[in-house]
C-alpha cells in the first residue's frame, strides 16, 4: 500500500491525466455529462500567498472545466486525495476554494474529496454559534471502499477500473478484481508509456500475495502475458534509457577530462620553459623560487614570462606588475 504521499501523488497524476473520468467517477453530480463538448484544464496547484512570508497553499489537482458552447459558465473543481480521512481537514479545504475562486474570479467551484477507505467522512464544516450558523462549507466525498467493485467490472471508466482495487469487494474476488483492472487497462489505454505507468498502480493498490499472483497466471494467462510484456518493455526501455544517460555522463567527463588536461599540458609546458630561460640568465634556482613556479596559475606564469624580457634580476621576475 502507498503511503500518504506516494498515494497523493498517485491520485494527481490519475486525475491529471484521465480528468473527464476522474470526475465522473468521483464526483458525477457535477460532471460534465458524456455527450457535453468541454475542455478540462489543470490549474495552477500554488495559490497566491497574501504576503511574500506566508507559506502556499496546494491542492492535489484542480482543474477547470469550460463549456465549448458557451451557455454554462466554467466549473473548478477542487480535488484532494486522502488515504486516511482522519488526515482530511475541511477548514483547509475551504480556504483552498476561496484561493481558487479568488484566483478565477468565480463562484462555481466544487470541492471534491477523494478518499482511499471505507467509513464516514467528516461532515460539513460549520461556522457560527447555537443561535445561528453565519457560515456552512460542504464537498463532495467519494470513499472508493464504499464503493461496490461489482458495479464497475465491465465500466468503460478508466479510472474506475484501474481503482477496483480500492473498491469494497468479498476477499475471494480479489482475483478477479485484478485482473479486471488489468484488462480495462489494455482495452481502455492504447499509449504504451501510460500502460506500464498505471500497471504499477493497480499492482500498489491489489497488493496480491505471491500466492495470489500465481493463482492469478494460472486464472487469466492472457492478461498476466500481456501485462509482462508491458512491464518489460518499460524495464527494457528504461534500462536503454540509462545507457544513454550514463553514456552521455561518460562522454560529458571525458571531455572535461581532456580539456582539463590539455589546460594543465599547456600551464606545465609554460611553468618548463620559464624555468628554462630563468636557470639561463640566472643560474641556479633556489628552493624557494622553485616553490614559487611550481604553485603559479597560468596568469602567474604568463606576467613572470613579461618581466624576464627587462628583468636584471631573479627578484625583478616575480615582482608584481605596476
Known amino acids: 500500500m502507498a503511503d500518504a504521499v506516494s498515494h497523493d501523488q498517485?491520485?494527481?497524476?490519475?486525475?491529471?491525466?484521465?480528468?473527464?473520468?476522474?470526475?465522473?467517477?468521483?464526483?458525477p453530480e457535477e460532471a460534465p455529462a458524456p455527450e457535453d463538448e468541454?475542455?478540462?484544464?489543470?490549474?495552477?496547484?500554488?495559490q497566491l500567498k497574501e504576503r511574500l512570508g506566508d507559506r502556499f497553499?496546494?491542492?492535489?489537482?484542480?482543474?477547470?472545466?469550460?463549456?465549448?458552447?458557451?451557455?454554462?459558465?466554467?466549473?473548478?473543481?477542487?480535488?484532494?486525495?486522502?488515504?486516511?480521512?482522519?488526515?482530511?481537514?475541511?477548514?483547509?479545504?475551504?480556504?483552498?476554494?476561496?484561493?481558487?475562486?479568488?484566483m478565477l474570479d468565480t463562484d462555481r467551484v466544487v470541492p471534491?474529496?477523494?478518499?482511499?477507505?471505507?467509513?464516514?467522512a467528516?461532515?460539513?464544516?460549520?461556522l457560527g454559534?447555537?443561535?445561528?450558523?453565519?457560515?456552512?462549507f460542504d464537498y463532495l466525498?467519494?470513499?472508493?471502499?464504499?464503493?461496490?467493485?461489482?458495479?464497475?467490472?465491465?465500466?468503460?471508466n478508466l479510472v474506475a477500473r484501474v481503482n477496483l482495487p480500492n473498491m469494497r469487494s468479498p476477499a475471494d474476488r480479489r482475483i478477479d478484481v485484478y485482473a479486471s483492472a488489468m484488462r480495462g487497462l489494455l482495452d481502455l489505454e492504447a499509449d504504451p508509456d501510460r500502460r506500464a505507468k498505471y500497471v504499477d498502480f493497480i499492482d500498489i493498490y491489489a497488493g496480491l500475495t505471491d500466492n495470489e499472483r500465481r493463482r492469478s497466471r494460472e486464472r487469466y494467462p492472457e492478461e498476466s502475458n500481456v501485462m509482462r510484456g508491458v512491464v518489460q518493455r518499460a524495464r527494457d526501455e528504461g534500462i536503454e534509457q540509462g545507457r544513454i544517460e550514463m553514456k552521455g555522463v561518460v562522454q560529458q567527463a571525458r571531455d572535461e577530462g581532456i580539456?582539463?588536461?590539455?589546460?594543465?599540458?599547456?600551464?606545465?609546458?609554460?611553468?618548463?620553459?620559464?624555468?628554462?630561460?630563468?636557470r639561463r640568465r640566472f643560474g641556479p634556482i633556489s628552493p624557494a623560487a622553485a616553490e614559487r613556479l611550481h604553485e603559479a596559475s597560468a596568469t602567474d606564469l604568463e606576467a613572470w614570462a613579461e618581466n624576464l624580457l627587462d628583468a636584471r634580476t631573479l627578484e625583478d621576475v616575480f615582482a608584481p606588475n605596476p
Open 10 to 27: 498517485n491520485f494527481k497524476n490519475l486525475i491529471l491525466d484521465y480528468p473527464r473520468h476522474a470526475l465522473a467517477l468521483f464526483a
Open 38 to 46: 468541454v475542455s478540462i484544464l489543470p490549474v495552477r496547484q500554488e
Open 57 to 102: 497553499r496546494e491542492l492535489d489537482a484542480p482543474v477547470l472545466v469550460d463549456w465549448a458552447d458557451g451557455r454554462r459558465d466554467a466549473v473548478a473543481f477542487a480535488l484532494e486525495a486522502e488515504s486516511d480521512a482522519r488526515r482530511f481537514a475541511p477548514r483547509r479545504l475551504a480556504r483552498y476554494c476561496l484561493d481558487l475562486a479568488d
Open 112 to 120: 471534491v474529496v477523494v478518499f482511499l477507505r471505507s467509513g464516514a
Open 122 to 126: 467528516p461532515g460539513p464544516l460549520t
Open 129 to 136: 454559534t447555537g443561535r445561528r450558523a453565519y457560515l456552512t
Open 141 to 156: 466525498a467519494c470513499a472508493l471502499g464504499d464503493l461496490p467493485a461489482q458495479r464497475w467490472m465491465d465500466s468503460d
Open 259 to 278: 580539456e582539463q588536461g590539455m589546460r594543465q599540458g599547456r600551464v606545465e609546458g609554460e611553468r618548463t620553459v620559464l624555468e628554462r630561460q630563468l
